[in-house]
């Protein structure tokens, strides 16, 4: 499951289009530099430190331009969780469950490890802070799981599952000791923390702890 900030740093690199707003040229422009700059304020300062002033003048925009379109800080950081689900990101296939929830846990844990401040952490925060951060991470949630449920299909074609299953109940058993250990905890970062917690998945789902009624 790609990372927030590996998916936030790519939607800035190209055209932005959103669900909400599908605009071009200058418009797409000031927009990806708009939300680089809330990123990068973020990570340098944190939520106390990221203002609308202060997101215009690193932009290189005017005020009332950033004003006029985002409002506030809250629905800035909306903007860039919502630009992360604007991507054609979709989970590996690797021909097995354990493996596939493996390599998913990968990206997980390369986005969470690493020593210091980073993107993803720093945005799961912002939800805390903001109402509007909080709404718009959950939506980018929702789009992940979504895209993540063909592992789950594609696990019960190749016969791995003992019959239909909760896909999400599946999915969150596999990533939640990742969060758990290095977000919550914050424990020294194990590199073999993503097969362990995706085996311990796989075999509880082929166990049946994740069917549904048929």
Known sequence: MDSLAQA??????????TRRRRTGGRSARVRAQVLQSVSALLLEAGYDGLTVDAVAERAGVHRTTVYRRWRDVGHLLADVLDSASDDTWSPPDTGSLE????????????????????????????????TEAATALSRFWEDRYARCAVVVTRAADRGELPGPVDS???????????????????????????????????????????????
């Not at 936030?8 to 289009?17: A, F, I, L, W």
């Open 8 to 17: 936030s740093e790519d939607s800035g690199r190209q055209e932005p289009v």
């Open 99 to 130: 493996d596939d929830l493996t390599a998913l846990n990968q990206e997980v844990y390369e986005a969470l490890a690493g020593g210091g401040p980073n993107l993803t952490t720093a945005l799961i925060a912002a939800g805390f802070r903001s």
């Open 168 to 214: 999400r109940a599946l999915l969150v058993a596999a990533t939640a000791p990742l969060y758990h250990e290095l977000l919550l905890l914050r424990a020294v970062a194990d590199p073999t923390l993503p097969h362990r917690a995706a085996r311990a998945a796989a075999a509880a789902a082929g166990a049946g702890a994740f069917s549904t009624p048929q």
